[in-house]
């Protein structure tokens, strides 16, 4: 009958092992505190340029929206200039045909149809170059979004490659996910600047 190992020999046995797992995890936490750490920073500024990302969107959109209110604006204020303008070569027309039209009646709704006419061909071109400066607005706002997109893109980059580095125990990929941080960063201070 075969007897099962000595109790000294299990406790040394064990004793063995929670010496090995004392002295592995010394050097492997370092790596993984520096790999998780890294990782948490690379997702508090994937948040933060995910709030500046949204926050550029809704001003773009929004300038989008007053810049079309703006050419609508232009464009009714263009059919006016144009109503007026026909309206009063249509009086002209009649007046100068007609001797009895030709009083001074027609003549103030003539030049009260030209003041009309010139106030509107005026406030089309004010409207269209608000409209003009709204839409590159716009653009400029979406182009801080685009930038801003990027930089998060590389933020969850170096974030996944961080895990991965702290999964297989490579250091080189922990040194890519800081890379990827730093380009980053680097995306969104340029977004900042636009």
Known sequence: MSEGPEPQEFFEHVERRHH???EEPKHTDKFTMKAALIASILAVLAAFTSILAGHTIN????????ATDAWATYQSDTTK????????????SITSADQKANDTKSQSIIS???????LYAKIKIEKGHEAKEMSLDSHKELKKHQQFSLAMACFQIGIVIASVAIIVRKEFLYHIGILAGIIGTTVTIFGLRM
């Open 20 to 22: 090995d797992i004392e």
């Open 59 to 66: 001003g773009a959109i929004l300038k989008q929206i007053d």
């Open 81 to 92: 200039a144009n109503i007026y303008e026909a309206s009063k070569f249509i009086v002209e």
């Open 112 to 118: 009260e149809l030209a003041k009309k006419a010139d």
